[in-house]
């Protein structure tokens, strides 16, 4: 028998516990019989104002995170989503099949979706190859997340940090400074705008953009969401929330 109120789906989501903006903005993207349940990566709402204080909350994640599979795969979901972003980033492309093979391998050989699968799979989508990207970081941050869009063949045209000192505190950007930032960074020059950082709510304000601005404008929780149900079979359009899923 197939689960009562999850019969097509059920997705695992793990996020770090100083999050509150990944969990309601995914539920809001659910189609009808897809349930989401979460589970916590349990860090400090630490300093990141500097690379030991970075470093040291990617210690928290990177310790916590196999944890928090663990504790949700006795749900038995049919995937799991990773909501967090410096560990994608932190280290390289070049590390990224490491990190993703271990987590599937916590996951207990489930798919994975991770943000640089799913940005990969919506750029292409997209045929976008020139970025402006969006961080919730200071320069610290900004440096590892623009060398990886690099690396990974991407010209990152523009890149503009939000200056959030802690993790907990990204989920303070209000719209308005979203909406500042993303007319900062556009322009003829830009194929697609990406943000970065799950705890940043940018789904409503990403969909509302790509209406005056005519071009993808990619949330993070958006395209994890929309890669994961591409990934686990699920086809369907769902409107509201911008091109990537109502289209693709």
Known sequence: MPDSLGPRLKVGVVLPSTNTSAQPEMESLRPHHVTNHTGRMLIGDDSMVDEPGFDHVMHSIRRSTVPAIESVVSCNPDGVVIGVSPESYWDGPDSHAH???????????????????????????????RVAVITPYLPVGDDSVS?????????VVRIQGLGVSSPARISHVSEAQLRDTVRDIDGPDIEAIVQVGTNVAMTRLAAVAETWLDKPVISNNTVL????????????????????????
């Open 225 to 248: 969401y929309w890669h994961a149900l591409r990934t686990l079979g699920i086809t369907d359009h769902v409107h509201g929330h911008g091109s990537l899923l109502s289209e693709h």
């Open 147 to 155: 060398r990886f869009f690099k690396d990974s063949g991407y010209d």
């Open 99 to 129: 990190v993703l093979a271990s987590l599937t391998e916590a996951a207990g050989g489930r798919p994975v979706i991770m943000s640089p699968d799913a940005i990969k799979a919506a750029l292409d989508v997209y045929q976008a190859r």
